[in-house]
């Protein structure tokens, strides 16, 4: 068989005995020194190699669980968890001493949940306070907001994004000196198209004329 230009002589798989395929990226080296066909293969011939492990506690044979690394297995010491836990009683632990919580005990013979609650407040039957927030009023339309809403900016300082769009439209408004029609002299004033959206700032920095009338008229005295 060939591959990438190199006579490649092929190999079988050290444990299932399957030939080995050449892959499109296999140079001569790479090839040669694979040995198994898949990574499956090599962990089993790796747990092969290995002789059974003894439960620490009742001297059981631990079984070989061959989703787990062979570096895991030998550092496994219990053959379950019920020998684990009988080993080390500290793993168990007494239960909370909070009436109705059969949860272990971590520190201060609380659980995890009520010994976190004496941390923050003091009290490990304390209930989850709430954090109050200041009523903000919008610097658009002057309106009270939840500063906690779904649709609240990030500043904080409008209610929603349609205030907040129309708050700048009326800064652009004040920075942009006013405009005259180029025919009549009568001063521009910004469209309101139907579906209530004011003209754009740039379209109405590029408009000349106020209607099509004197544009027409202003084309007609320049043809003449």
């Not at 002057?142 to 209610?159: A, D, H, R, S």
Request: hydrophobic share 25%; glycine share 4%.
């Amino acid at each position: 068989m060939t591959g990438r230009r190199i006579q490649i002589e092929t190999k079988t798989c050290e444990f299932c005995g399957r030939v080995l395929p050449i892959k499109p990226k296999d140079t001569l080296k790479t090839y040669t020194e694979r040995r198994f066909c898949n990574r499956t293969c090599k962990r089993e011939w790796q747990y092969s190699c290995l002789s059974y492990r003894h439960c620490k506690l009742c001297n059981k044979p631990i079984p070989k669980d061959t989703s787990l690394s062979p570096y895991l297995y030998m550092k496994t010491l219990y053959c379950s968890t019920a020998c684990k836990t009988a080993a080390n009683p500290k793993l168990t632990g007494s239960p909370c001493c909070v009436k109705g919580c059969i949860n272990p005990s971590v520190a201060k013979k609380l659980c995890w949940k009520h010994y976190r609650c004496f941390l923050r407040y003091g009290d490990p039957l304390a209930k989850k306070k709430k954090r109050l927030y200041p009523i903000l009023h919008c610097k658009q339309c002057n309106e009270p907001f939840n500063p906690t809403g779904e649709y609240v900016l990030p500043n904080k300082l409008f209610c929603n994004g349609k205030c907040y769009g129309q708050y700048i439209r009326d800064t652009q408004a004040t920075l942009f000196p006013e405009k005259h029609c180029e025919h009549c002299n009568s001063p521009l004033v910004r469209k309101i198209y139907a579906c209530g959206q004011e003209e754009s700032f740039a379209m109405f920095s590029q408009r000349r004329f106020c209607n099509r009338k004197c544009s027409a008229k202003s084309r007609g005295n320049t043809s003449k």
